[in-house]
Structures are given as structure tokens and as C-alpha cells.
């Protein structure tokens, strides 16, 4: 099997993500691979619907630019310049498969919590990238061991 060309991170912006960064940037520098990164604001309209007859825009443009913000501030200290970086809006399972495609990128990473019970009948990020996926998934596992 030839090396990852192109290399796609799926960052949280939790605390988290500099150990994800790390474990995608080992593989990378051996395989001399690409890395972008890729962080999802899901819409609030998605988790309310019409339940709140409320206008969510002004907040929604306030929690992009923090995201953005934030984003910025970890892509540069992990040394990934801008047009490595991206930004949507959507479900984050969807939005990392659409952008794998739109790249060609041949690995998605993301994090994965190994959760158990309750939480892992109602799924995960990293279960839904999974799911489907047409390229390789690396899941780092994240949180607390147990
Ligand atoms: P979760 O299943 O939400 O605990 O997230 C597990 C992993 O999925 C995170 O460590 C990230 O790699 C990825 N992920 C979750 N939410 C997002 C998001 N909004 N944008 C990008 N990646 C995400």
C-alpha cells in the first residue's frame, strides 16, 4: 500500500485536540502527507428546530468567529498554515466525510472516547465518520483511561 498522500484532522476545539494533532502529524511526517484540519459548528437551529420561535443568527455569527478564533489560534500553534485550515457549518460527521471527498484525503482522524453503556448506544463523531467512510479512519483515543 503506497503512503497518506493528504492527511484530515477532525478537531473539536476541546483540549483533546492537541493530542489528536499529535498522533495525525507522527503518521504524516512518515509518510511526508499533507495535514488539514477541519472543525464543525453545528447549527443551534439543529438541537432547537422550531421549537424556540427565536432568531438564532446573531449568536450563531458570534459562536463562528469564536470557533474561528479559536481555530486560528491552534492551527498556528501546531504550524498548519490557513489554506490547511476549515471552517463549516453542519454535522460534524457529514461535513468531515464531504470535505475528505472534496480533498481526496486518503486518512480522517479523530478522536474517539471509548464510551460504554448509555452513551455508546446513543453513538459517537467518531462512529459516524466510521460509518460509511470511504478511506482509512484513525481513531485516537481521548479522555480519561478506564
Ligand atoms: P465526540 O464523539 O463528539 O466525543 O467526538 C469525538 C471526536 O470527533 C473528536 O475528538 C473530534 O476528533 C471529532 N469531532 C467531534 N465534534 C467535532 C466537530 N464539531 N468538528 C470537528 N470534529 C469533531
Known sequence: ????????????????????LQRARAVASSAAAQLHIIHVIEPLSFAYGGDIPMDFSGIQDEIYQQATQQLDRFAESHGIDKAHRHI????????????????????IV????????????MGSTANGVLHG????????RVGSPD
Do not use: F, T
Request: charged share 25%.
Open 1 to 20: 500500500m503506497s503512503d497518506y498522500g493528504k492527511i484530515l484532522v477532525a478537531i473539536d476545539l476541546s483540549e483533546d485536540s492537541n493530542r489528536i
Open 88 to 107: 463549516v457549518m453542519g454535522r460534524p460527521e457529514v461535513e468531515i466525510h464531504a470535505l475528505a471527498e472534496e480533498l481526496q484525503a486518503d486518512l
Open 110 to 121: 479523530v478522536g474517539s472516547h471509548g464510551r460504554h453503556g448509555l452513551a455508546l448506544l
Open 133 to 140: 467512510a470511504k478511506r482509512d479512519v484513525l481513531a485516537v
